[in-house]
């Protein structure tokens, strides 16, 4: 009898499966949310650092950096 009553609670479809999968299904949806927030974030600050290509990386005074 225990056999039987395991066998219906791994059907698929239950109610605690239905639960889990949902819940799976919104963090998945969140963390994709959050990585493409975050991607567009780099996106930008590397759009803005760009801007400043032209400039040169060294000031001028012909030291090396931290001397």
Not at 11 to 29: E, F, H, I, Y
Request: hydrophobic fraction near 20%.
């Amino acid at each position: 009898m225990k056999d039987d009553q395991a066998k219906r609670e791994r059907q698929p479809g239950s109610p605690v499966k239905d639960s889990r999968k949902d819940r799976l299904k919104l963090a998945l949806r969140e963390n994709l949310k959050r990585r493409k927030s975050q991607a567009r974030g780099r996106s930008d600050a590397v759009g803005a650092s760009s801007e400043d290509a032209e400039a040169p990386l060294d000031d001028g005074s012909g030291k090396e950096p931290g001397r």
